[in-house]
């Protein structure tokens, strides 16, 4: 069955640190990997899409790296700000005209 | 703004109400979804439309009924709902669906039933 799961479930941090959320699937086969950052009471975001082919690609202080061999996804926040509070979900679209795949999230919290 | 607007922003309706929610896309796209997204659970799928036509009906209820009248505006009815309808519903677009594209979301419906 093809699925995302994402960890931590809810993460805290102090305005300035960086930290990495994790997404793991069993998505196959494999077409696409993105990031959305969804705010609270607000539709997604997108933040970035990764092909088989893509190890890394960043958006701002945002970056994203792929391991399509181990099928692990990793979201890595630098210098955090307030602003970062939200969900963040990692979507897998398979290969073919096949619906996404959402994982549940990770709520991080950005704190003064 | 991410170009695909939804309305009404929040709901409240009795289970006996009849109400609608509106979606409107000016990107040019073809593909239109409606997810609902309930707390800690992921995304759900309810209906795909490509050019126009139904290509997806996730096993959704039929107190849910979308419609499409065009590429650029998707609707979905809604009547006789239970409470635990009650949920963000989100709608989508992308250039096709199948597509190494992106997915742009609106900003969603809260919708309550009472």
Not at chain 1, 72 to 85: G, P, R
Not at chain 2, 36 to 49: D, G
């Amino acid at each position: 069955k093809n699925q995302v799961e994402q960890s931590p479930q809810s993460l805290i941090i102090l305005e300035g640190k960086n930290c990495t959320l994790q997404c793991n699937y069993t998505v196959s086969p494999f077409s696409n990997l993105r990031w959305y950052k969804q705010d609270t009471g607000r539709g997604p975001v997108s933040l970035t899409i990764m092909t088989f082919s893509e190890n890394t690609k960043s958006n701002g202080r945002y970056t994203a790296t792929l391991d399509a061999d181990t099928k692990q996804s990793s979201l890595h926040i630098t210098a955090s700000q307030l602003s970062d509070s939200a969900s963040y979900i990692c979507v897998v679209q398979p290969l073919g005209n096949t619906p996404l795949v959402f994982g549940k999230g990770t709520r991080l919290s950005v704190i003064a | 703004e991410t170009g695909v607007t939804q309305t009404p922003r929040h709901l409240v309706m009795g289970m006996t109400n009849k109400k609608s929610l509106k979606c409107e896309q000016h990107l040019g796209h073809n593909a239109m979804y409606w997810y609902k997204q309930s707390a800690k659970k992921p995304l759900e799928l309810m209906f795909v439309y490509n050019f126009k036509e139904q290509t997806e009906n996730n096993s959704v209820p039929s107190r849910f009924s979308p419609e499409c009248p065009n590429s650029s505006h998707l609707f979905l009815h809604l009547h006789t709902l239970q409470p635990e309808d009650s949920a963000l519903y989100l709608c989508a677009s992308s250039q096709r669906t199948g597509d190494v594209t992106e997915a742009f979301f609106g900003q969603g419906t809260r919708l309550t039933v009472v």
